[in-house]
């Protein structure tokens, strides 16, 4: 039976927040932090955990984990099926945050207004409180980006629509969980590490790639630049 815990942070160069690189799929952060934030773009030193070009401020929306899953705190203007939500409210599966600057009217607010920054916000696993965030408006992440990972049992990489992150060429699935020796990857195929093999099962301690039977991704430290 699966326990939803608040996860530990693993030990990859001590970070909280990791770059996931997977081959034939795309790029994408994994966030451990009790507390996740999105805003415009900004210096590097002030900038939010996800910065997006836009008009947004530095500090727009706080995504924070609960015992239970997540939930929004907005610093700007968020809208949620036309309503303005100015108080800490839970994320549900399928919402669709509408993030607006200062300046944006009521009624340019919606669907069909580019200015505004909307994102989706999934938890596609019926059994894990994980959730994902994509950009659902034309808008594009300071940093090459799909999607957002905010880890709180497990991320699930695979085939399926229910992963976390589909990987539609894979035959199987790749399960990764943090612990206090690092982060840990289980699959349903054998596993190397930096060319070293480990089985079906490796704990990840530093930046490393991981390959199996049709896969292949990278996990880093999101201060490390890819080589």
């Known amino acids: 039976m699966w326990q939803h815990a608040v996860s530990s942070v693993p030990r990859i160069n001590g970070a909280e927040m990791l770059r996931l690189w997977i081959d034939g799929v795309g790029a994408f952060v994994i966030s451990l932090k009790p507390t996740f934030t999105i805003g415009g773009p900004a210096e590097d030193n002030l900038a939010a955990d996800w910065p997006i070009w836009s008009t947004l401020s530095r500090r727009h929306l706080e995504i924070v984990k609960t015992d239970d899953g997540f939930a929004m705190h907005p610093q700007g ?110 699959a349903e195929t054998e596993l190397s590490v930096n060319d070293q093999p480990c089985g079906t099962t490796a704990i990840v301690e530093d930046a490393a790639t991981v390959e199996g039977d049709g896969l292949r991704f990278r996990l880093e430290h999101m201060g490390e630049r890819r080589r």
């Open 77 to 186: 203007g968020v809208h949620i099926a036309g309503a303005n939500v100015t108080s800490r409210l839970p994320l549900r599966h399928g919402t669709t945050l509408t993030l607006t600057d200062a300046n944006a009217s009521r009624l340019s607010v919606g669907a069909g207004d580019d200015s505004s920054v909307r994102l989706e916000f999934t938890q596609p696993h019926p059994l894990s409180l994980t959730g994902v965030l994509k950009l659902a408006s034309p808008h594009r992440s300071v940093q090459t980006l799909d999607a957002v990972v905010l880890l709180h049992d497990c991320c699930l990489l695979g085939p399926r629509k229910s992963h976390h992150i589909v990987c539609r060429d894979w035959a199987g699935e790749v399960r990764l969980t943090s612990s206090d020796l690092g982060l840990v990857c289980q």
